[in-house]
């Protein structure tokens, strides 16, 4: 009996305390369906607009030390709408009548631009020490122990509040006010309500302003969670909220609030007793370290497998969209067989010249900066592949060229293997990972697709990273995660001319093959998946086989350029390699630049690694004069403008998926057909001319 | 004359609301049916329903002469059923020519990962040759490199109908052909059509409101109605039937 209170007790302590970051979750969780509902648009930037309020808290109240009510009216209920605002204004206004897809690649481009600008305008780092501030004062050190079992602290007293107010605050706002109905009614049709007589775009307007309000509140009271702020870990906490969001189809405000607590009491309730069992049962153990993290990927999956509703809702257009003219043609711009042989012909002209340059010229760093530069061209032709040619959105690219990655830095600790058989095994690895994620997703489509791969990304980075047999454990925490070069016949990688060589090579075969296959077969298939579905599966096409081979060799790809990347720099650099976070910034640059063509992917490359040095340190201005003395006094300028510029270049993307260099190419081509027209009109006015004088 | 496809016993419930009730037809080799009846009345889900697009609640679905009934939309496709959709659906971003090309490579199947690989998995001489006779037979050859989206809503239906040819179909199913094209366009479509499938032999089911088209195009005709067959026989009979006039047709005037 007295055994029974005790779990009893066990459970409801760990239920109270699964309570305060279950309201962590379902807050997010609900920001994601507010934004869903009243803009049709899967938000992914929710975290980053949630975190640029919070450092903006952090700085009135820390660093200039407002008192809280003035630190709080700026950044929530000033900054927050005006951003919401501005945003509508500036970027979904326009995309009303874009895809689903294209607007979540929006908004992913949001959350790698939005905290950068945030911080670069306000002056912000993000360094450890830094400890947000709640609402209240003394938020995190008093404690209130209602039930005698479980203390909570003030911030979390009032995050839990807010959270109930703001679910039936919300809920009536829809259920009951106009402006609540409006909203809904402009995300199915802004056409059709505005012959209704109501203006579409200022409720459009309102209802971002309310989403980000919603952000802003929710970032100042999660702020407190975390020892320091940073972008990435409101990125990972949106992530794991996606799945509370899910199971209310992101559509039910209540629901999403439920299985955001549902999930924090589950890891507190499980993390509780799991240990109790695991203590008899050794297998048990490694399970117990990393369930915790996994859940709510696993919630996620398992809503999105078992639960048929989520199929169902793929994006649905706008009836009246057909009022609008249609986006135009995407297709690549046609070009004669000779301009194709001229541009191929200057292409590996200038790749002789620069690897020249370089190889002759350059010293270690610049020489280190290129081969890295070369390396993620190959890995962001695993993107050319999948969304350029697939259509699909994959987030978790960064996770299979860490398989390849990993799989050498094992297959060389361990049974001392080569390093480029290793690499090839780690490609073969990464695409049985890539077939098996095709799975289950290739049945959802649409923004399920990117939600899914985001996902796994987050679920390799806290679960499967920590394996022994993949990431090294304890050893390498201790000694690292070297990779050695290998040689190959009689050439010595190690040597960094001969590995920049060895690397352009792989570049340009891999570069061949992806041109192989977009004309081939499974690319001219996939292009018809991507054209319609069931047009495709009309003639036969089987769109599960075809886009599982996609995500096969597309992960194949990115493992092998995985693999090079460790060991050009002859370790695995997981954090600043391969994380989910940088995977993104990746997608981000190169559908910006340009994600249907190989040459997108290669400028992407270029860009990634060479616009901040190049660029934003000066490093031409030193060049074109001659004299590094001479660079202007405003560089450097801060790296993050990077991630600012591509991450709002994806607003071009979905206004010209066919990104940025296409685009120029596009508007040349039509700009030579003009002229080649005008100038045959004249030439024939002439000939009439001639004619008349006769 | 055998019949190519035999759909029987068909029952289709969405949320426990009978679509389908134990409908069924089938169509003669070298046949031209048609399919109608009131808006709602299940010929679309029918249609899904031959087609695998929807499973099905009860009823098999015989085509060619082997049940089909668990097989995926695509399979069936490879099987011999061709269609064309109410709601075109092309590929967006590709030429004319390039629906057929690819249409032709699934069919003859040659399509291999390795010959992508190396290069060689571009169109074939024999495959453009294929491609160029089918845009003659429906006087597309013009057009052969426009992309779709320059075409007008007729040339769509048209291309569509080319690239079901493309697979060779013994069964053609075509879903409100007529459906915004005008008179003219209609009868020209049906013209093409007739000659075309005259020459090949294949056989035809048609999902249509207009009256005329039906009357002028099929021999045999079915009528849906709540989810039933209510009426089948040859075309004239069946639509001057009073089962017809009083479920379909309703006051309308149907001269005869």
Redesign the interface.
């Known amino acids: 009996m007295i055994i029974g209170a005790s779990v009893l007790e066990d459970v409801a302590r760990a239920f109270l305390q699964g309570l305060p970051p279950g309201t962590v979750y379902a807050l997010v969780a609900l920001g994601f369906v507010l934004t869903y509902k009243t803009s049709g648009v899967f938000n992914l930037a929710f975290g980053a607009q949630a975190y640029v309020s919070a450092v903006m808290f952090f700085k009135t109240r820390v660093e200039w030390e407002w008192p809280v009510l003035p630190a709080l009216v700026l950044s929530v209920f000033v900054m927050a709408p005006l951003i919401g605002v501005v945003l509508e204004l500036l970027v979904f206004r326009h995309l009303r009548n874009s895809s689903a897809i294209s607007k979540l690649v929006v908004t992913i481009g949001l959350a790698v631009a939005l905290p950068s600008l945030a911080e670069i305008f306000m002056g912000f780092e993000t360094q450890s020490g830094r400890t947000p501030e709640g609402v209240l004062d003394q938020g995190a050190s008093v404690f209130y122990d209602p039930f005698g079992i479980y203390a909570f602290s003030r911030n979390e007293l009032v995050a839990m509040g807010v959270a109930v107010v703001a679910m039936v605050g919300l809920g009536a706002l829809f259920r009951f006010s106009a402006l609540g109905l409006q909203m809904r009614a402009v995300v199915e049709s802004a056409r059709m309500t505005e012959l209704a007589g109501i203006a579409a775009d200022r409720v459009s307007a309102s209802a971002w302003a309310l989403s980000s309000l919603f952000a802003g509140v929710a970032g100042v009271l999660i702020a407190p969670r975390f020892n320091t702020l940073s972008a990435a870990d409101f990125f990972h906490l949106g992530v794991v909220a996606i799945a509370a969001a899910v199971v209310g189809g992101l559509t039910s405000l209540p629901k999403a609030m439920g299985a955001g607590i549902g999930l924090g009491v589950l890891i507190a309730e499980i993390n509780t007793f799991l240990p109790r069992f695991a203590e008899s049962r050794a297998w048990l153990r490694p399970i117990q370290d990393n369930l915790t993290p996994a859940i709510p990927f696993l919630v996620l999956f398992g809503v999105m497998v078992f639960v048929p509703a989520i199929r169902r809702s793929r994006d649905a257009s706008d009836p009246l969209g057909g009022v609008d003219p249609p986006p135009m043609s995407i297709g690549s711009v046609v070009r004669t067989r000779q301009q194709v042989l001229v541009r191929a012909a200057v292409t590996a002209v200038l790749t002789v010249v620069v690897l020249g340059v370089v190889l002759g010229r350059a010293d270690q760093s610049w020489m280190y900066l290129v081969t890295q530069a070369v390396v993620l061209a190959t890995i962001f032709l695993s993107i050319t592949l999948i969304t350029g040619i697939a259509g699909q959105i994959s987030l978790c690219q960064g996770a299979f060229a860490a398989t390849g990655a990993f799989t050498v830095y094992q297959l060389v600790e361990r049974y001392d293997l080569s390093a480029l058989p290793a690499a090839f095994i780690g490609a073969g690895i990464a695409a049985a990972l890539g077939a098996l994620l095709s799975m289950p997703v290739r049945r959802l489509g649409g923004i399920w697709t990117a939600i899914a791969t985001l996902a796994f990304a987050y679920f390799f980075d806290s679960v499967v990273l920590n394996l022994p047999f993949v990431g090294g454990g304890e050893t390498s925490l201790l000694t690292g995660t070297s990779v050695p070069r290998p040689l190959v016949g009689p050439f010595d990688l190690a040597d960094d001319q001969a590995f920049l060589v060895f690397c352009v090579l792989v570049l340009a075969v891999v570069s061949v093959v992806v041109v192989n296959l977009r004309s081939g077969t499974l690319g001219r298939t996939l292009l018809a998946l991507q054209g319609s579905e069931l047009g495709s599966q009309s003639i036969g096409i089987s769109p599960a086989r075809s886009r599982m081979l996609a995500f096969a060799v597309s992960a194949a790809i990115a493992g092998f350029g995985g693999g090079l990347l460790a060991m050009q720099q002859e370790d695995v650099n997981y954090a600043s390699n391969f994380s989910p976070f940088v995977a993104l910034v990746w997608m981000v640059i190169v559908v910006s630049i340009g994600c249907r063509s190989v040459g997108g992917a290669l400028q992407a490359a270029g860009a990634f690694v060479l616009f901040e040095p190049v660029i934003l340190k000066g490093a031409l201005f030193g060049w074109l004069f001659r004299d590094p003395e001479r660079i202007p006094d405003f560089f450097p300028i801060s790296g993050k403008w990077v991630l600012v510029l591509f991450g709002l270049g994806t607003i071009m993307y979905a206004r010209h998926p066919e990104g940025m260099a296409e685009y120029g190419a596009h508007r040349k081509a039509a700009k030579a057909e003009r002229r080649r027209r005008a100038a045959e009109d004249r030439a024939t006015a002439v000939a009439v001319d001639v004619e008349v004088a006769r | 004359m055998t019949a190519v496809l035999v759909a029987s016993g068909i029952t289709k419930k969405f949320a426990g609301i009978a679509a389908l009730i134990d409908a069924g037809l089938s169509v003669e080799e070298g046949e031209r049916v048609g399919l109608i009846g009131p808006n709602g009345a299940g010929k679309t889900t029918l249609f899904n329903c031959i087609?695998g697009?929807t499973p099905i609640d009860g009823g098999t679905v015989t085509f060619d002469g082997r049940d089909v009934t668990s097989d995926?939309?695509?399979?069936r496709?490879?099987a011999g059923i061709?269609?064309t959709?109410q709601r075109i659906?092309?590929?967006?971003?590709?030429?004319v020519l390039?629906?057929l090309?690819?249409?032709e490579?699934?069919?003859n199947g040659?399509?291999?990962?390795w010959?992508?690989?190396?290069?060689?998995?571009?169109p074939t001489a024999a495959e453009r040759e294929r491609a160029d006779e089918v845009l003659t037979l429906l006087g597309l050859e013009e057009l052969a490199a426009e992309?779709v989206?320059?075409l007008s809503l007729g040339q769509c239906r048209l291309l569509?109908v080319g690239?079901?040819l493309?697979?060779q179909p013994k069964l053609l199913l075509l879903d409100e052909p007529s459906s915004g094209l005008d008179r003219v366009e209609t009868a020209a479509l049906a013209a093409t059509l007739r000659e075309v499938q005259q020459q090949q032999g294949f056989a035809i089911l048609l999902v249509e409101h207009d009256v005329d088209l039906v009357r002028s195009f099929t021999t045999r005709s079915y009528v849906l109605d709540f989810g039933h067959i209510v009426s089948e026989g040859p075309t004239a009979e069946v639509l001057a039937s009073d089962v017809v006039r009083s479920a379909y047709l309703g006051d309308m005037e149907v001269p005869t």
């Open positions: 087609l697009v995926r939309v695509d399979q496709a490879r061709g269609r959709f659906e092309l590929f967006a971003d590709s030429t390039d629906h090309l690819i249409a490579r699934v069919r040659s399509g291999r990962f010959k992508d690989l190396l290069g060689l998995g571009r992309p989206e320059r569509e690239r079901a493309m697979t």
